[in-house]
């Protein structure tokens, strides 16, 4: 009996409450009579039991509202606050309302005149270009190397080896450009007797044993020396790059003396594709080449010429504190050789406002976009929501550095040093309205973003060319993967060349595959038609100018004498060997001509 008493009791309290909460959301909440009523009839029937002591009214009503019933989360389906009611914006923020100052102009003070650095009144083929990266003292070098390479590691091999002259690795580097453009399955197929498939140039060119021996046997460095490196590995006197230091060298001063960039430059990575085992080999999942060696490469935005490049080599002995995206970029931004004034365009991999002060210290303008949490970077939190309205701006400047958030179809973040953080520009966006519908609307956007998108894709536009037709195969050591990847930098930087040049003369410029196709001709020494183009059988000097009169033929038709720019020197001559094509000096007290035939 007084198990079901007990259970009726607590069975008509729950009812009780139950009728207070609808009365209580009928009314607004607060006391009801009903609670007031059962209140006295408890103290009534419990006359013996002394009261507790009264708690304030205000105490009683949080209880309730919040212990016994917490609020309940809200139903699907109900709108949210209006973008006007969220957190107002930190007070050091500004919107595109506000007016930013125009940060002072550099002055653009380049050590040499931008452009390419050769005689615009000669006609320079595609050979001629070509030479100026693989010039014929490099390749003797390389000669050199490879064949004392191949003295030491073809005993015994199935072949027979002959040493590699100058002409036949000039062949050699024609026979790799023509695989680039004439893409088929195997090397093999280069040299099938196939009716379907055969090709008429490499077989009179070189044979197929000759190529792959080139190829198994090509070597950078002297290998002796190369033995001493490896002797000091694991210590800071150790060279990875070792093997290719000489060639890397060179490549990196003909890039740079043979064009000057202009003012806007960009600063990213390149993946060069390969598993081999370096030590150094890198993967990057948000990348294409996702495995390969990494290399930091300086553009010219305007044509995407390969100004400068480096090579990641792993965590350094003698790496700065700085971090290795600010050193990656001062490796390259130099004012020795380029100048002041110039504009570099970086991602968020290398933006930090140590690297921008840096760079604004010598006279150099920056301009990127920057990661969340890097250090030196304003906090951002509550800048902006996921429901702004696309267009958004919010922006904050500290000197020298003016910090820009816009919202796009999502966050974007930048900074730079050289633009004002909003000027009234606007894009064409395509933007959903409430209905669903979508419509193009005129949006404001920054100025540094504008200037981003337009000067960031100097670097991937140079790997675009480079792509087309690469040199690029499957190879057991990876300083000829990078051999490959140099060739590939001379054949695209060639080609800007010709098309800077075809711009200064007035004249129609080649197409790519055009001027991959002729530099592939001029290499084998074959016209046009395929026939072999027939050769002096003896090295006579001959004048390099066709045309001159009695009073300037001293003067005229003069160019630069190979044999002394091999040793640092500048002399012009009006003489040419026919055989070689080469300008070399022919005087009393300077006979180039014999010491470049010796």
Request: charged content about 25%.
């Amino acid at each position: 009996m007084n198990r079901r008493l007990k259970m009726f009791c607590v069975d008509e309290v729950l009812a009780m409450w139950d009728e207070v909460d609808v009365k209580n959301e009928e009314h607004g909440g607060g006391v009801s009579d009903i609670e007031t009523e059962s209140s006295s009839e408890d103290d009534e029937n419990q006359e013996n039991i002394p009261p507790p002591a009264a708690a304030p009214v205000s105490e009683l009503k949080d209880e309730h509202s919040e212990a016994q019933h917490p609020p309940m989360p809200p139903k699907r389906g109900t709108k949210r606050a209006p973008v006007s009611e969220q957190p107002s914006l930190p007070a050091e923020w500004k919107t595109e309302c506000d007016l930013d100052s125009t940060p002072p102009p550099l002055r653009f003070r380049p050590l040499r005149a931008p452009g390419v650095q050769l005689d615009t009144t000669l006609k320079h083929t595609p050979l001629d270009l070509f030479k100026l990266f693989f010039t014929p003292t490099v390749v003797r070098e390389l000669c050199n190397t490879t064949n004392k390479y191949a003295a030491e590691n073809t005993v015994g091999k199935s072949y027979t080896w002959s040493n590699v002259d100058v002409q036949e690795f000039y062949h050699f580097l024609g026979m790799l450009q023509y695989a680039s453009l004439v893409k088929l399955p195997s090397v093999q197929d280069y040299w099938t007797r196939d009716c379907v498939m055969r090709q008429a140039i490499p077989p009179s060119t070189m044979t197929r044993t000759r190529f792959q021996s080139l190829m198994w046997n090509l070597h950078l460095s002297i290998p002796e020396e190369d033995e001493e490196n490896d002797l000091h590995k694991g210590t800071p006197h150790h060279n990875r790059l070792f093997r290719v230091q000489s060639l890397f060298d060179h490549m990196r001063a003909a890039c740079k003396s043979s064009y000057h960039p202009r003012r806007e430059l960009a600063v990213d990575e390149r993946m060069v594709a390969t598993k081999a085992k370096t030590g150094f080999t890198q993967y990057i999942r948000n990348k294409p080449t996702k495995w390969g060696i990494k290399l930091y490469v300086m553009a010219d935005s305007s044509n995407g010429y390969t100004v400068d490049f480096s090579i990641y080599t792993g965590k350094n002995f003698d790496s700065s504190p700085q971090g290795l995206s600010y050193d990656a970029v001062m490796d390259l931004v130099q004012p020795a050789f380029l100048g002041t004034g110039y504009h570099i365009y970086v991602d968020n991999f290398y933006t930090s406002p140590k690297l921008f002060g840096a760079l604004a210290d010598l006279k150099f303008g920056a301009c990127g976009t920057y990661r969340e949490g890097r250090k030196g970077c304003p906090s951002s939190q509550g800048v902006l929501m996921k429901k702004s309205p696309c267009g958004t701006v919010r922006w904050l400047r500290q000197d020298p550095v003016v910090f820009v958030k816009w919202m796009d179809t999502r966050e974007v973040s930048m900074c730079s040093t050289i633009h004002p953080a909003y000027a009234g520009e606007t894009v064409r966006k395509k933007v959903k309205s409430r209905d669903g519908k979508y419509s193009v609307v005129e949006v404001p956007c920054p100025v540094p973003v504008l200037e981003y998108n337009k000067y960031m894709g100097g670097v991937d536009r140079s790997d675009q060319l480079i792509q087309y037709y690469s040199t690029r195969r499957r190879v057991s050591r990876f300083y000829r993967t990078l051999f490959l990847h140099f060739l590939d930098i001379a054949n695209t930087n060639a080609y800007i060349m010709h098309l800077e040049l075809a711009k200064i003369s007035q004249q129609k410029s080649l197409t790519h595959k055009a001027f991959l196709s002729q530099l592939v001709r001029e290499l084998f020494g074959v016209e046009k038609t395929g026939v072999p183009v027939k050769r002096q059988t003896s090295h006579l000097p001959v004048g390099c100018a066709k045309d001159f009169t009695s009073s300037n033929r001293a003067t005229a038709g003069r160019r630069r004498c190979q044999h002394c720019s091999a040793k640092g020197v500048r002399n012009t001559t009006p003489w040419k060997c026919q055989a070689c094509d080469v300008p070399l000096c022919l005087l009393l007290d300077r006979n180039c001509f014999a010491e470049w035939h010796a």
